[in-house]
């Protein structure tokens, strides 16, 4: 059976890109409109569309528990945004993230803000195992900067950043695999073997 893959609608943006993508991979992925039902979920995607505080505020209600089933391990993919929610908290919002990576989210310190465009991704993670080409799509003002061990990859763009992170059985991106051409479906390829894996 293919792993289900909860897609959180966070009420803005257009999901069928990465919902699409998993599909190909070979999941099956589902929107869900009632945040209630991640706690459900035997898989998660965050995905990368919406801005902090918007986000939050549709996730705020099942805060505690979803960090719960985080810290349970149950396989889940934050992409950009969805990345950043993780965390405690953001330059870019007043409201608190789920917390459940330890750190911030801060704004790039470079000359050119937003990062767009294409840009090579360095890890030894497995969750990149077969890709052709490092390069992944970014487009994104800010950043998750950890106070923890959990910066598995990163990103030279007027410095260092980190831009993929690991804990438990949660993975977070700062690019967007579901716009990453070959090496971005790979890499969503790998995150579904990884949860059927884990499930």
Wanted: proline letters at 6%; a neutral charge; one cysteine or more.
């Amino acid at each position: 059976m293919p792993v289900r893959v909860a897609i959180a609608d966070y009420g803005v943006g257009n999901l069928h890109s990465i919902r699409k993508a998993l599909e190909n991979c070979g999941a099956s992925p589902y929107i869900v409109e009632d945040m209630r039902e991640l706690l459900e979920a035997e898989c998660v995607v965050f995905p990368g569309v919406g801005a902090f505080d918007k986000t939050m505020e549709r996730l705020q209600p099942i805060k505690s528990g979803l960090v719960r089933r985080l810290e349970e391990g149950v396989p889940s993919l934050g992409i950009c945004i969805g990345a950043q929610i993780l965390f405690e908290t953001s330059e870019e919002g007043r409201q608190p993230g789920l917390g459940f990576y330890r750190g911030k989210v801060v704004r790039l310190k470079a000359e050119r803000v937003p990062h767009m465009g294409w840009n090579s991704v360095r890890t030894d993670d497995l969750i990149l195992r077969g890709v052709g080409s490092p390069y992944f799509y970014f487009a994104h003002s800010y950043y998750g900067l950890p106070s923890e061990d959990i910066a598995i990859g990163d990103t030279d763009y007027y410095g260092q950043v980190p831009t993929l992170f690991l804990k438990n059985r949660t993975y977070g991106t700062q690019f967007h695999p579901e716009k990453s051409s070959e090496s971005g479906m790979r890499f969503l390829r790998n995150f579904v073997k990884f949860a059927e894996a884990s499930t």
